[in-house]
């Protein structure tokens, strides 16, 4: 991005579902200074153009060809192409990355978070890194989550809600996070994994409603057990746990800790949070493994994959 003359405070543009890279490309967005602006990846091209020339985005980051012909940008990057690229070749431009992320202030921009557009234009809000810092620490204060606590993430981070707790959040409480493959897979991975705390919407427990409705309603008389064990399933109320204030965190059975290897560290929150050289040491205890690799958005690159 700095080779394509993205400078501190310039806005990038950045599309696509949740995976690893999506995180990656939104902390180095920001480890130079710029601001990331998230598009929902089910956005119609004349959305992602409104968005673009609302926010006067000069860059942008697509998680594949199809994601990239929705943005009338002159450069588009692409996470299968040019960002596996950047993280093979290894970091590049430390020394200007560093100054960059060290004149980067508490209430400089962030991030500018727009509204899907479906009931009208997409409406922009600004965020500083203060924000989102603030926020983090926050809500983690307030809940009962900390190091042994694991996140399923599926809510899209195009969505304030689900990027600041999903990532920032969970930062913070210093647990698991894992990424999703979309909500038609949520049930196979919330068996699989097993999450202690997991952020949702309204509008997921309505669709898992309406889907118990129509299992229910596709009973025959004839299999009555089964249709008073839904019914009795559909009418049970859920524990206090699970009906948390403004911040829908649902906590549930608790599993015991998987490896992780790679942390992320955001600028403004890692410096709030007062994350030194010992943040490997503090890692590898909190997940039980021997190799921790701390990604630093001014001079670290993904580690590869151990088999």
Not at 64 to 72: F, H, I, T, V, Y
Request: net charge neutral; aromatic share 4%.
């Amino acid at each position: 991005m700095i080779d394509a003359g993205v400078k501190p405070g310039d806005c990038v543009v950045l599309i696509g579902d949740n995976r690893l890279e999506w995180m990656i490309c939104d902390f180095a967005i920001q480890a130079i200074g710029a601001v990331t602006v998230p598009i929902y990846p089910n956005s119609t091209p004349e959305i992602a153009a409104k968005i673009i020339e609302n926010s006067e985005a000069v860059y942008g980051i697509a998680s594949d060809e199809r994601a990239a012909s929705k943005l009338g940008l002159k450069t588009v990057a692409r996470m299968d192409d040019e960002v596996a690229g950047w993280i093979r070749s290894g970091p590049t431009h430390t020394a200007e990355i560093a100054r960059r992320l060290a004149a980067i202030k508490p209430d400089d921009l962030c991030t500018i978070v727009y509204t899907s557009g479906t009931t009208g234009d997409p409406k922009g809000v600004e965020l500083a890194h203060r924000c989102v810092a603030d926020i983090s620490k926050s809500a983690a204060s307030v809940h009962p989550i900390g190091e042994t606590d694991a996140a399923l993430s599926f809510l899209p981070w195009a969505h304030v809600f689900g990027r600041i707790n999903d990532i920032f959040v969970g930062m913070v409480f210093g647990g698991q996070m894992w990424i999703s493959r979309g909500a038609d897979h949520l049930a196979a991975e919330l068996h699989e994994v097993q999450p202690t705390v997991m952020c949702s919407v309204p509008r997921m427990y309505e669709k898992m409603y309406a889907a118990v409705l129509v299992r229910v309603r596709g009973l025959s008389y004839r299999r009555p057990r089964e249709h008073e064990a839904v019914r009795r399933a559909r009418l049970h109320h859920l524990p206090d746990d699970l009906r948390l204030p403004r911040l829908a965190v649902a906590v549930l059975p608790r599993r015991p800790r998987l490896p992780v290897g790679v942390v992320l560290v955001q600028p403004v929150l890692a410096r709030e949070l007062r994350l030194d050289d010992g943040i490997e040491d503090a890692a590898r205890r909190a997940v039980d493994v021997h190799h921790v690799h701390v990604l630093r958005p001014s001079h670290d690159v993904l580690p590869p994959v151990a088999s």
